[in-house]
């Protein structure tokens, strides 16, 4: 496989998230917290892909049920989650978008309450599943990608 | 326990048994009149808005019950930097159920989280005011008789006109409803509120800017302040301010049975002469404003009268 020209070695337990859109790995290195835990992370970038051209690989060694993956299907659901254990694929999870979002992204507006209120969990919840739509909880204020 | 955050809180049945109670209260105000008896109401107004509070105060002391609050952010615990949440853990010891009015949006929903008594939205920023909906429909249904085959034109400034965006939000879920949106171009209604509530639900609706091309065919006519810092300059205000300045001269436009509405307060945009036309029913909207809230009060307290 391409990315293994890297020489990164292979994990006994723990995930591979492949087909990470190029350059996006960082933002999901800091989603995940993965700075937060003691474990092995490989954050592979620009890696060729058949399918994408250019693509990110993140290898993490740690116990599978140490991270919450659901914020994966916020941040891109096309990413192929490969769950390890004993050195082989055991698993691959689908991604789907999550009905909440908790602290993952702030409320841009001015006016809303998440703007003065110390400690208020910012809160996106899913309104459109069609078309990917989040609000903030508090004021409804649509959540835009780009 | 039951808050009302926003008018769609509600199911259109729900609302049908409040706007019942409202009637009752309106017919029989006697039956009612001790019925929140040793009941507080606190009102928490961070921002004034005199005629929302005064409103739920009298709907409070309709029912025998007593009040208390504050009336701006300035004279409460918020100058000192307490937080919503703090100071409705606090209300919550004291009160039965609380209006609460904040600039920032989503402040009660917040305060609801952290409270042991019902809160009611007296309106947060730019964002739900469902009460004013609550009263809207009321008067609608009471005056006209039905809350579907309507055809009602907005007028104004129906682009950052919140009560506009709620009361069509609240009248789509009703059968058979047009509307018709009368703006200057500056203030037509939102692409959102086009998109993701009219055309998802198939509700039919034209837009026109010129009043009087509007008027001869509409059941209801809902009126909104243009405000002159919505222009960029001072030359289109003045352009369209006339515009929608509902006189005698445009009334004799409108069917016999067409009622105007207006949430107040009023500018200019209807004249005084206006007022004593049978068809002008914002003063009683007033009055429906403070039975729909007793009959919310009733309501959220799970209070029942024979
Ligand atoms: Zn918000």
């Known amino acids: ?146 | 326990m039951r808050h009302l955050m926003n008018p769609l809180d509600f199911s259109v049945e729900e609302l049908d048994q409040l706007m019942d109670l409202a009637g009752d209260i309106e017919a029989h105000p006697e039956k009612y009149a001790h019925a929140c008896e040793g009941k507080k109401l606190a009102t928490l107004f961070y921002e004034p808005s005199t005629r929302t509070r005064l409103s739920h105060e009298a709907a409070m002391l309709n029912l025998g019950g007593s009040i208390m609050g504050f009336s701006s952010a300035a004279s409460s615990s918020a100058a000192k930097g307490e937080s919503v949440s703090d100071t409705i853990r606090m209300i919550s010891c004291y009160a039965d159920i609380c209006a609460m009015r904040h600039p920032k949006e989503g402040a009660p929903m917040v305060a609801s989280q952290h409270s042991t008594i019902p809160v009611i939205n007296a309106g947060d920023g730019g964002h739900q005011h469902p009460t004013q909906t609550l009263t809207d429909l009321l008067t609608i249904r009471s005056l006209k008789g039905r809350l579907n085959h309507l055809k009602i034109g907005l007028c104004g400034d129906l682009k950052f006109g919140r009560t506009v965006h709620s009361l069509i939000n609240a009248l789509v879920r009703y059968e058979d409803i047009e509307f018709v949106l009368i703006s200057p171009e500056e203030l037509r209604l939102p692409g959102y509120v086009r998109k993701d509530v009219l055309d998802k639900k198939h509700i039919p609706y034209t837009e026109v800017v010129r009043l009087e091309e509007a008027l001869p065919t509409l059941d209801l006519l809902y009126m909104t302040r243009v405000q002159k810092e919505r222009f960029f300059n001072e030359e289109d205000y003045v352009r369209m301010k006339d515009f929608y300045i509902l006189d005698k001269a445009k009334m004799a436009l409108a069917p016999k049975d067409m009622l105007v509405l207006h949430p107040l307060p009023r500018v200019n945009e209807i004249s005084v002469e206006v007022d004593d036309d049978p068809r002008a029913v914002y003063f009683k909207q007033v009055q429906y404003g403070v039975y729909i809230r007793m009959a919310l009060i009733l309501t959220l307290l799970d209070i029942h009268v024979d």
């Open chain 1, 1 to 146: 496989m391409v990315e293994n020209r890297l020489n990164i070695g292979k994990i006994s337990e723990g995930f591979v998230l492949d087909h990470i859109q190029a350059g996006k790995s960082m933002e999901i290195y800091k989603h995940l917290r993965l700075d937060k835990l003691d474990c092995c992370v490989a954050i592979i970038k620009n890696a060729r892909s058949n399918k994408m051209g250019k693509k990110d690989i993140i290898k993490i060694e740690c116990p599978i049920d140490i991270i919450d993956l659901d914020i994966l299907g916020f941040i891109d659901h096309n990413i192929t989650v490969n769950i390890i254990e004993n050195e082989t694929i055991v698993d691959k999870r689908q991604l789907k978008l999550p009905k909440e979002i908790k602290n993952v992204i702030k409320c841009k507006n001015p006016r809303c309450i998440t703007s003065i209120e110390q400690e208020l969990d910012h809160i996106f919840v899913l309104t459109d599943e069609e078309n990917e739509v989040y609000r903030c909880k508090y004021c409804e204020e649509k959540y835009n990608r780009h």
